[in-house]
C-alpha cells in the first residue's frame, strides 16, 4: 500500500512536471506558442517522460532488489549456531519466522531473543530502505526535470521525442503477450526439467499407476514408482469424449437450426440464450454437476439397477459438454454462414429439399471449419478445471467405464498444489510435469484447428 | 410443407421444390419419394429446434435448481431470549467497567442461560444440555458482546436478546427437513423439534432478512458467513486486472493495428496472441505460482498476484476486441486527419482511438466478467485460503466471489448449500449485470460507416 502513494506521488510529480515543461515551452518562445517546433502539450509531455521514467524505473529495480539486500544484511547478522548447516529450505523457514515477527504475526519462534532482534533490524532497515529510496525516486526525477528543463527551447523537437518514446512503449505492450508464453514455457520447462531428474521421463508418460502421495515420505522404498500418468490422461479423454457426444450433436444442430432455419425473431432469442450458456462460470457448472447432476445419474443408476459412482465420470462429463454446447454451435454457425450462397442455390436449383442441401452440401463444404470447432472444443474440454474438480474424482482409477469415477490431468494440477507444498518434493513438481503436458496438447489442438479454419477460409474467399 | 420450408429467411424459396400450382395430370419421377422426403424434412428440422430446445431447457434446469436451493439463504430464523448481563461475569469488582473485562467475558453462557430458562426442565443431564444449546448459534456471543461494548449500562440488566438459530435449526425452520423422516434419519431429533415447536408457538422465533450474509466475510458457521470478503476481494483483483490489462491490451492493440510494420516479428505476436487466448486457464495459474510468487515474491492469497493473473489471461480478449474496433473505423478519417497535417499518433490518439472507444471498451467489459468468473488458476496462488477478514489492501489475503464458491461448496454442512447457491445467485448477478452495461454501450454508441 505505501508503495502505491509512492507510485501516486510519482506520477503527480511527473503531472506537475508536465504543467512546469509547458509553460517554460511557451515562456522560452516569449509567449508565441507558434513559434515552437511542437505544441506546447509535447514540451510538457517530454518534462513528465523524464521524470516519470527514470524514477518509476528505478522504483522498481528498488523493489525488486531490496528484499535480497536487507534479508541477507539480518540473516548474515544472526549468531553463526542459528544459520550454520542450515538447508536451504530450513533458512527459508527461519527467514520466514523472522518476517512474521517483524510484522506482528504469530510465529514459532516469537520468543527467541536472536529472533526479536532480527525482525527489529529487518523492520529498521526496511522503514531506512524506504525513506532511502523515496529520496533517490524524487532525486532522479528532479534531475530528470532539470535536464529537460535545460534542453526546452523553441527549436527542440519535442513532439518526435515524445512520440519515439511512445512507440517504444507500445511495442513493449505488444510484446508483453510474447513474454507471458516465454513465461509459461519456461517455467513450466524448468520445474518439469527438475521433476523428471527425480522421475525418469518415460516412467511418467507411460506408467499405469498414479499415487503421488507416497513421495511425500521420500525414504519409502518404491516411493518413485508411483508417478504414471496414463490414468490421468485415460480419464481425461474419457470425460472429454463423453463432453463431446453431448456437445457435438447438440451444438451442431443447433448451428444448423439457427444458421438455416430459425427467422429473425427466433435467432434473437435463441442466440443470447446460447451466450448466457457460455457465460455462467464454471465453477457454478461444476455446483450444479456435484450437487444435481450426479444425484441424479446415481438414483436413475440405482433405479434400474447398475451401480454409479457419486463422482461418475458420466456426471463431470456431461455438465461439461453442456458448458460446450454454445462454443460448438457459435464456431458452427460462423462456419455454416460463412458457406456461399450459390452453392445452396444450386443444390436447390436441382431439386433438393433444405435438409438435403445440408446433408449433402453445405455441412461437406463446411466440414473443415466444423472440424476446426469441434478440436477447439476439444481443446477446451481437455483443459477445463472447475467442473472436474468438483464433480469428478480423486482416485486414479484405470477404466474407461464412465459410470466409475476417473480423475483428470487437471484435478491432478489442483490437488497436488492446493495447500501446503514445499517445492523440492516430486509431488509438488509433477504438477508442473501435468501442466506441461496440458499445455503442449491443448496448444497442437488449436494450431491444428486454427490451421484447419484458416484453410477453409481461403477456400471459399 | 412447402410453405414451412419457404417462411424461413435468409435464404430465397428454394426453387426445388415443386411449385404448387403443377397440374396433377403429369406424374413426376420423384412423385413417390416426395412424401418420405418431406417427413425426413420435417424430422431434420425438428431435431434443430430440439437441439435448440434442449440448450434452453438444460438452462432453465441449472438456473431454477440454483434459484430453488438458494433463494432461503437470504433470511434467517432467529429467537428472542431473555437475556442476563451478569454483573458478577462482566464487572467482578463492582469497580469502573473494564473494556478488557467486556471483551474476555463469556457471553455465550449468558445466552444458553437465557435458552434454560425457556426450557427449566430441558437441562437435566450434560447431552440433553448440550443438544438445547445446539439450538442456537454457537456465535451468537459476539452480538451480545457488541451490545455491551456500545452501551455498558447494560450490565446487570435483563434484556430481550434476538439471536441467530444454528444452521441445523434454521435448515428445519426453513423446511428442509423433512420431519416426517425416522429420526435416525435426519440431522435435527424429536426433541430439538419439540423445543422449537414450543418455542415457536411463544411467538419467540421470527425470520428476518440476513444482512449478515451481505456485511460479513467467511466462517466456519454457516449461519455467520458471508460473502462481503470475497465481494471485496473480487473489487480489488478486478481493479488490478483492469488496470493492467485495459491499458496494456489497448497499447498492444493499437501498436498491431495502427502501427507495426507486417513482418515476421508481428506475425508471431499475432499468432502468440490468438493461443493464449486458448490457453487453459489452469496453465496461468501455474505461471502465477511459478513466476509471481516464488520467482517476484508477491505475497500469497493476496488480490496483487490474482489480479496480475488474471490480467494476463484476459490481454488476448481485450486486444482482440480492440483490433476489430479498431479495424472497424473507416480510413477515410485516418487520411484526411493525415491530410491536415496530424502525425500517425495523433491520428491514432485523437481520432482513432476515441472512434474504437465504445467497442474497446464493450470488449474489456467482456474481459471483465470472465475474470470474475474465474477460478481455477486464482486456486494455484493461495486464493483458496479459509480467510475471515475482510481484506483492506491489494496485498492482504482475500478470496473472490467464485473461489467463495468452490469454498463454501465443498463444506460439509447442509446449511452451506443454500449459502453457496445464494453466492452464485449474486455472483450471476454481477455478471448479468456487467454484461447488460456491454450491450447498452454497444447499442448506444454502434455506428455504421
Given at each position: 500500500m505505501q508503495t502505491f502513494i509512492v507510485v501516486l506521488a510519482l506520477l503527480g510529480f511527473a503531472a506537475v512536471g508536465y504543467t512546469m515543461g509547458r509553460a517554460r515551452a511557451v515562456m522560452t518562445a516569449g509567449g508565441m506558442p507558434k513559434d515552437l517546433h511542437s505544441l506546447p502539450s509535447y514540451y510538457g509531455s517530454y518534462t513528465a517522460i523524464w521524470i516519470g521514467i527514470p524514477s518509476l524505473l528505478l522504483l522498481a529495480v528498488w523493489l525488486i532488489i531490496q528484499p535480497q539486500i536487507i534479508e541477507s544484511v539480518v540473516m548474515g547478522g544472526l549468531p553463526a549456531a542459528m544459520t550454520e548447516g542450515l538447508s536451504s529450505s530450513e533458512y527459508g523457514l527461519l527467514l520466514n519466522d523472522i518476517r512474521n515477527v517483524a510484522s506482528g504475526n504469530i510465529s514459532s519462534r516469537a520468543n527467541d531473543p536472536a529472533i526479536e532482534a532480527a525482525a527489529s533490524q529487518l523492520t529498521s532497515l526496511r522503514d531506512t530502505s524506504f525513506i532511502l529510496m523515496i529520496v533517490a525516486t524524487f532525486g532522479i526525477g528532479a534531475g530528470g526535470l532539470a535536464y529537460a528543463r535545460n534542453r526546452i527551447n523553441p527549436s527542440l523537437r519535442a513532439r518526435n521525442t515524445v512520440e519515439k518514446?511512445?512507440?517504444?512503449?507500445?511495442?513493449?505492450?505488444?510484446?508483453?503477450?510474447?513474454?507471458?508464453?516465454?513465461?509459461?514455457?519456461?517455467?513450466?520447462?524448468?520445474?518439469?526439467?527438475?521433476?523428471?531428474?527425480?522421475?525418469?521421463?518415460?516412467?511418467?508418460?507411460?506408467?499405469?499407476?498414479?499415487?503421488?502421495?507416497?513421495?511425500?515420505?521420500?525414504?519409502?522404498?518404491?516411493?518413485?514408482?508411483?508417478?504414471?500418468?496414463?490414468?490421468?490422461?485415460?480419464?481425461?479423454?474419457?470425460?472429454?469424449?463423453?463432453?463431446?457426444?453431448?456437445?457435438?450433436p447438440i451444438g451442431l444442430m443447433s448451428a444448423i437450426y439457427m444458421a438455416e432455419y430459425a427467422d429473425p425473431r427466433f435467432r434473437a432469442f435463441a442466440k443470447p440464450m446460447l451466450e448466457v450458456l457460455a457465460g455462467i462460470p464454471t465453477v457454478v457448472y461444476g455446483f450444479f454437476a456435484a450437487l444435481t447432476v450426479a444425484p441424479f445419474f446415481r438414483n436413475v443408476g440405482e433405479g434400474i439397477g447398475l451401480d454409479v459412482s457419486s463422482e461418475s465420470a458420466l456426471a463431470a462429463g456431461v455438465v461439461m459438454g453442456i458448458m460446450i454446447i454454445p462454443f460448438v454451435s457459435s464456431l458452427s454457425d460462423d462456419v455454416i454462414n460463412a458457406v456461399p450462397q450459390s452453392l445452396r442455390d444450386g443444390s436447390y436449383g436441382l431439386g433438393a429439399t433444405k435438409s438435403e442441401t445440408i446433408r449433402s452440401v453445405i455441412v461437406p463444404a463446411a466440414l473443415p471449419g466444423i472440424v476446426g470447432a469441434l478440436l477447439l472444443a476439444v481443446s477446451r474440454a481437455i483443459g477445463e478445471t472447475m467442473i472436474v474438480v468438483m464433480a469428478a474424482g480423486l482416485a486414479a482409477n484405470l477404466t474407461v467405464?464412465?459410470?466409475?469415477?476417473?480423475?483428470?490431468?487437471?484435478?491432478?494440477?489442483?490437488?497436488?498444489?492446493?495447500?501446503?507444498?514445499?517445492?523440492?518434493?516430486?509431488?509438488?513438481?509433477?504438477?508442473?510435469?501435468?501442466?506441461?503436458?496440458?499445455?503442449?496438447?491443448?496448444?497442437?489442438?488449436?494450431?491444428?484447428?486454427?490451421?484447419?479454419?484458416?484453410?477453409?477460409?481461403?477456400?471459399?474467399? | 410443407m412447402t410453405d414451412t420450408i419457404s417462411t424461413s429467411p435468409g435464404s430465397p424459396p428454394p426453387s426445388g421444390t415443386p411449385p404448387q400450382g403443377r397440374p396433377a395430370s403429369r406424374p413426376l419421377l420423384v412423385s413417390p419419394h416426395l412424401a418420405k422426403r418431406y417427413s425426413r424434412e420435417r424430422t431434420f428440422r425438428l431435431l434443430g429446434l430440439a437441439s435448440v430446445g434442449a440448450a434452453g431447457i438444460i438452462l432453465l434446469i441449472l438456473l431454477g435448481s440454483i434459484v430453488s436451493k438458494g433463494y432461503s439463504a437470504f433470511w434467517q430464523h432467529e429467537v428472542d431470549l431473555q437475556v442476563t448481563f451478569s454483573a458478577e461475569e462482566l464487572n467482578p469488582d463492582g469497580g469502573p467497567v473494564e473494556i478488557e473485562t467486556l471483551q474476555r467475558a463469556n457471553y455465550l453462557d449468558m445466552v444458553r442461560d437465557g435458552l434454560r430458562r425457556e426450557f427449566p426442565d430441558a437441562a437435566q443431564d450434560r447431552r440433553e444440555r448440550r443438544m438445547l444449546y445446539g439450538l442456537i448459534s454457537p456465535n451468537a456471543d459476539i452480538r451480545l458482546r457488541s451490545m455491551v461494548l456500545e452501551d455498558p449500562s447494560l450490565i446487570g440488566t435483563t434484556q430481550t436478546v434476538r439471536v441467530k438459530m444454528s444452521d441445523d435449526m434454521d435448515t428445519f425452520a426453513k423446511g428442509f427437513i423433512d420431519r416426517d423422516l425416522p429420526e435416525g434419519d435426519r440431522r435435527v431429533k424429536d426433541r430439538e423439534i419439540g423445543w422449537f415447536d414450543q418455542l415457536d408457538s411463544k411467538g419467540l422465533v421470527h425470520a428476518t432478512f440476513n444482512v449478515d450474509f451481505f456485511t460479513t466475510g467467511d466462517s466456519r458457521e454457516p449461519e455467520e458467513a458471508g460473502i462481503y470478503g470475497a465481494l471485496i476481494g473480487s473489487i480489488l483483483t478486478l481493479t488490478v486486472t483492469l488496470l493492467v490489462s485495459f491499458p496494456v491490451g489497448v497499447m498492444a492493440a493499437a501498436y498491431l493495428e495502427e502501427f507495426a510494420p507486417k513482418n515476421r516479428f508481428t506475425d508471431l505476436i499475432e499468432v502468440n496472441i490468438n493461443n493464449l487466448?486458448?490457453?487453459?486457464?489452469?496453465?496461468?495459474?501455474?505461471?502465477?505460482?511459478?513466476?509471481?510468487?516464488?520467482?517476484?515474491?508477491?505475497?500469497?492469497?493476496?488480490?496483487?498476484?490474482?489480479?496480475?493473473?488474471?490480467?494476463?489471461?484476459?490481454l488476448p480478449t481485450i486486444i482482440i476486441a480492440s483490433r476489430s474496433a479498431l479495424k472497424a473505423v473507416p480510413p477515410s478519417i485516418r487520411e484526411a486527419a493525415l491530410g491536415l497535417g496530424a502525425s500517425p499518433l495523433q491520428v491514432v490518439t485523437h481520432h482513432v482511438l476515441p472512434l474504437a472507444m465504445p467497442g474497446i471498451l464493450t470488449g474489456t467489459i467482456i474481459g471483465m466478467a470472465q475474470a470474475l468468473g474465474e477460478t481455477a488458476p486464482l486456486l494455484m496462488i493461495g486464493m483458496v485460503a479459509f480467510i475471515v477478514d475482510v481484506p483492506q489492501g491489494f496485498t492482504d489475503p482475500a478470496t473472490v466471489l467464485p473461489v467463495q464458491v468452490y469454498i463454501w461448496a465443498d463444506s460439509p454442512e447442509r446449511a452451506f448449500v443454500e449459502k453457496t447457491s445464494a453466492a452464485i445467485m449474486v455472483l450471476l448477478g454481477f455478471l448479468v449485470l456487467m454484461n447488460a452495461v456491454a450491450v447498452l454501450l454497444r447499442k448506444r454508441f454502434e455506428r455504421r460507416w
Amino acid at each position: 500500500m505505501q508503495t502505491f502513494i509512492v507510485v501516486l506521488a510519482l506520477l503527480g510529480f511527473a503531472a506537475v512536471g508536465y504543467t512546469m515543461g509547458r509553460a517554460r515551452a511557451v515562456m522560452t518562445a516569449g509567449g508565441m506558442p507558434k513559434d515552437l517546433h511542437s505544441l506546447p502539450s509535447y514540451y510538457g509531455s517530454y518534462t513528465a517522460i523524464w521524470i516519470g521514467i527514470p524514477s518509476l524505473l528505478l522504483l522498481a529495480v528498488w523493489l525488486i532488489i531490496q528484499p535480497q539486500i536487507i534479508e541477507s544484511v539480518v540473516m548474515g547478522g544472526l549468531p553463526a549456531a542459528m544459520t550454520e548447516g542450515l538447508s536451504s529450505s530450513e533458512y527459508g523457514l527461519l527467514l520466514n519466522d523472522i518476517r512474521n515477527v517483524a510484522s506482528g504475526n504469530i510465529s514459532s519462534r516469537a520468543n527467541d531473543p536472536a529472533i526479536e532482534a532480527a525482525a527489529s533490524q529487518l523492520t529498521s532497515l526496511r522503514d531506512t530502505s524506504f525513506i532511502l529510496m523515496i529520496v533517490a525516486t524524487f532525486g532522479i526525477g528532479a534531475g530528470g526535470l532539470a535536464y529537460a528543463r535545460n534542453r526546452i527551447n523553441p527549436s527542440l523537437r519535442a513532439r518526435n521525442t515524445v512520440e519515439k518514446v511512445v512507440n517504444v512503449v507500445l511495442i513493449i505492450s505488444s510484446l508483453i503477450a510474447i513474454l507471458t508464453t516465454v513465461g509459461i514455457v519456461l517455467s513450466l520447462l524448468f520445474e518439469s526439467f527438475i521433476f523428471f531428474t527425480k522421475v525418469p521421463f518415460y516412467e511418467f508418460l507411460f506408467g499405469l499407476n498414479w499415487s503421488p502421495q507416497t513421495a511425500l515420505r521420500a525414504d519409502q522404498v518404491g516411493s518413485s514408482g508411483a508417478f504414471g500418468a496414463v490414468p490421468l490422461f485415460v480419464g481425461t479423454l474419457l470425460i472429454t469424449f463423453i463432453a463431446m457426444v453431448v456437445a457435438a450433436p447438440i451444438g451442431l444442430m443447433s448451428a444448423i437450426y439457427m444458421a438455416e432455419y430459425a427467422d429473425p425473431r427466433f435467432r434473437a432469442f435463441a442466440k443470447p440464450m446460447l451466450e448466457v450458456l457460455a457465460g455462467i462460470p464454471t465453477v457454478v457448472y461444476g455446483f450444479f454437476a456435484a450437487l444435481t447432476v450426479a444425484p441424479f445419474f446415481r438414483n436413475v443408476g440405482e433405479g434400474i439397477g447398475l451401480d454409479v459412482s457419486s463422482e461418475s465420470a458420466l456426471a463431470a462429463g456431461v455438465v461439461m459438454g453442456i458448458m460446450i454446447i454454445p462454443f460448438v454451435s457459435s464456431l458452427s454457425d460462423d462456419v455454416i454462414n460463412a458457406v456461399p450462397q450459390s452453392l445452396r442455390d444450386g443444390s436447390y436449383g436441382l431439386g433438393a429439399t433444405k435438409s438435403e442441401t445440408i446433408r449433402s452440401v453445405i455441412v461437406p463444404a463446411a466440414l473443415p471449419g466444423i472440424v476446426g470447432a469441434l478440436l477447439l472444443a476439444v481443446s477446451r474440454a481437455i483443459g477445463e478445471t472447475m467442473i472436474v474438480v468438483m464433480a469428478a474424482g480423486l482416485a486414479a482409477n484405470l477404466t474407461v467405464n464412465p459410470l466409475e469415477a476417473v480423475t483428470t490431468v487437471t484435478v491432478q494440477i489442483v490437488t497436488l498444489l492446493v495447500g501446503d507444498q514445499e517445492f523440492d518434493s516430486a509431488k509438488t513438481l509433477s504438477a508442473f510435469a501435468l501442466g506441461l503436458v496440458l499445455f503442449f496438447i491443448t496448444l497442437a489442438l488449436n494450431v491444428i484447428a486454427l490451421s484447419v479454419v484458416r484453410k477453409y477460409r481461403e477456400k471459399y474467399d | 410443407m412447402t410453405d414451412t420450408i419457404s417462411t424461413s429467411p435468409g435464404s430465397p424459396p428454394p426453387s426445388g421444390t415443386p411449385p404448387q400450382g403443377r397440374p396433377a395430370s403429369r406424374p413426376l419421377l420423384v412423385s413417390p419419394h416426395l412424401a418420405k422426403r418431406y417427413s425426413r424434412e420435417r424430422t431434420f428440422r425438428l431435431l434443430g429446434l430440439a437441439s435448440v430446445g434442449a440448450a434452453g431447457i438444460i438452462l432453465l434446469i441449472l438456473l431454477g435448481s440454483i434459484v430453488s436451493k438458494g433463494y432461503s439463504a437470504f433470511w434467517q430464523h432467529e429467537v428472542d431470549l431473555q437475556v442476563t448481563f451478569s454483573a458478577e461475569e462482566l464487572n467482578p469488582d463492582g469497580g469502573p467497567v473494564e473494556i478488557e473485562t467486556l471483551q474476555r467475558a463469556n457471553y455465550l453462557d449468558m445466552v444458553r442461560d437465557g435458552l434454560r430458562r425457556e426450557f427449566p426442565d430441558a437441562a437435566q443431564d450434560r447431552r440433553e444440555r448440550r443438544m438445547l444449546y445446539g439450538l442456537i448459534s454457537p456465535n451468537a456471543d459476539i452480538r451480545l458482546r457488541s451490545m455491551v461494548l456500545e452501551d455498558p449500562s447494560l450490565i446487570g440488566t435483563t434484556q430481550t436478546v434476538r439471536v441467530k438459530m444454528s444452521d441445523d435449526m434454521d435448515t428445519f425452520a426453513k423446511g428442509f427437513i423433512d420431519r416426517d423422516l425416522p429420526e435416525g434419519d435426519r440431522r435435527v431429533k424429536d426433541r430439538e423439534i419439540g423445543w422449537f415447536d414450543q418455542l415457536d408457538s411463544k411467538g419467540l422465533v421470527h425470520a428476518t432478512f440476513n444482512v449478515d450474509f451481505f456485511t460479513t466475510g467467511d466462517s466456519r458457521e454457516p449461519e455467520e458467513a458471508g460473502i462481503y470478503g470475497a465481494l471485496i476481494g473480487s473489487i480489488l483483483t478486478l481493479t488490478v486486472t483492469l488496470l493492467v490489462s485495459f491499458p496494456v491490451g489497448v497499447m498492444a492493440a493499437a501498436y498491431l493495428e495502427e502501427f507495426a510494420p507486417k513482418n515476421r516479428f508481428t506475425d508471431l505476436i499475432e499468432v502468440n496472441i490468438n493461443n493464449l487466448a486458448a490457453v487453459p486457464s489452469i496453465v496461468f495459474g501455474l505461471l502465477g505460482l511459478a513466476v509471481f510468487l516464488n520467482f517476484f515474491g508477491l505475497p500469497r492469497s493476496a488480490p496483487l498476484a490474482g489480479g496480475l493473473v488474471l490480467a494476463l489471461m484476459t490481454l488476448p480478449t481485450i486486444i482482440i476486441a480492440s483490433r476489430s474496433a479498431l479495424k472497424a473505423v473507416p480510413p477515410s478519417i485516418r487520411e484526411a486527419a493525415l491530410g491536415l497535417g496530424a502525425s500517425p499518433l495523433q491520428v491514432v490518439t485523437h481520432h482513432v482511438l476515441p472512434l474504437a472507444m465504445p467497442g474497446i471498451l464493450t470488449g474489456t467489459i467482456i474481459g471483465m466478467a470472465q475474470a470474475l468468473g474465474e477460478t481455477a488458476p486464482l486456486l494455484m496462488i493461495g486464493m483458496v485460503a479459509f480467510i475471515v477478514d475482510v481484506p483492506q489492501g491489494f496485498t492482504d489475503p482475500a478470496t473472490v466471489l467464485p473461489v467463495q464458491v468452490y469454498i463454501w461448496a465443498d463444506s460439509p454442512e447442509r446449511a452451506f448449500v443454500e449459502k453457496t447457491s445464494a453466492a452464485i445467485m449474486v455472483l450471476l448477478g454481477f455478471l448479468v449485470l456487467m454484461n447488460a452495461v456491454a450491450v447498452l454501450l454497444r447499442k448506444r454508441f454502434e455506428r455504421r460507416w
